[in-house]
């Protein structure tokens, strides 16, 4: 059996998230139905994370096994043939055996895009969150800071998230890599680099941050929110389109 890896694109407008759903549109039930149809044989496709309804990805990586001898280049070509225009197959590469796109993750990217301006443009409306001025840029970029290095994250972890009484593994607790926002025209971008995310986290923390910047709370404020492992003490989820996974890093396998 072979190891493909994809690196996979994709607008998430149209789509119920990624992890296949029986009665839902999404992308990973979308990607399995086209390799199946260009290998003629059933396929489990193993993705990275799973994004949320609407939330879109410029770099998810998912890996399969097959026994079919299409070339990598033949992946490619063959499946941006039969899949809709919103998903894109950027790259494919044969990898280990072993490989598996989910595990061998070491950190994710995450892009989210407001724009503050009065009337968005219809193109930016469905990869954009509209959230109007005036914001303290200078004061979200400060609380952003805060989140870096390792913290239990449960003050913006959704409902449902894990099992918090499993008894075992890491349960809230992420690192943050890097966290920061730059000013965009006619808007920003905050991007968190971390080592996991728990569901609904990136957007729980715009939507903190955004008090922030509208002078709703201060830096000792959200820093109290962030410890106290409460998620009724943050701000409310932010919109799903503004939200992009960026790209996916790894120690091995990483070739694409």
Same mark, same amino acid.
């Given at each position: ?35 199946? !149809? ?11 994370? &799973? ?12 890996? *399969? ?7 990598? $280049?033949?992946?490619? !070509?063959?499946?941006?043939?039969? $899949? ?61 800071? $805060? ?51 728990? !569901? ?43 939200? *992009? ?6 120690? &091995?396998?990483?070739? $694409?």
């Amino acid at each position: 059996m072979r190891n493909i890896k994809l690196l996979i694109a994709y607008d998430g407008t149209a789509y119920a998230g990624w992890q296949r759903q029986a009665a839902l549109p999404t992308v990973q039930g979308t990607v399995e139905a086209a390799i199946s !149809r260009q290998t003629k044989a059933p396929v489990t496709l193993y993705g990275a994370g &799973r994004t949320d309804a609407g939330v879109h990805a410029l770099g998810m990586t998912a890996n *399969f096994h097959t026994p079919s001898a299409i070339p990598c $280049l033949g992946f490619t !070509r063959g499946l941006n043939s039969l $899949l809709p225009a919103d998903i894109r197959i950027l790259a494919a590469a044969e990898v280990a055996p072993s490989f598996n796109a989910r595990f061998d993750a070491i950190s994710k990217i995450y892009a989210y895009h407001g724009l503050t301006g009065p009337v968005p443009l219809p193109h930016q409306r469905l990869y954009h969150a509209q959230v109007p001025g005036p914001l303290d840029l200078a004061a979200m970029a400060a609380a952003l800071r $805060l989140l870096e290095g390792e913290h239990d994250f449960a003050s913006f972890e959704a409902a449902g998230s894990r099992t918090p009484d499993l008894g075992h593994g890491r349960g809230s607790v992420r690192r943050i890599i890097s966290a920061g926002l730059a000013p965009t025209e006619g808007g920003f971008v905050i991007r968190l680099h971390g080592d996991g995310f728990l !569901r609904h986290m990136v957007r729980n923390i715009v939507g903190t941050v955004l008090e922030v910047g509208r002078g709703r709370r201060d830096l000792a404020d959200f820093n109290a929110t962030l410890l106290a492992k409460d998620r009724s003490r943050a701000g409310a989820t932010a919109p799903a389109c503004g939200l *992009f996974l960026e790209e996916v890093r790894y120690l &091995r396998g990483d070739d $694409l």
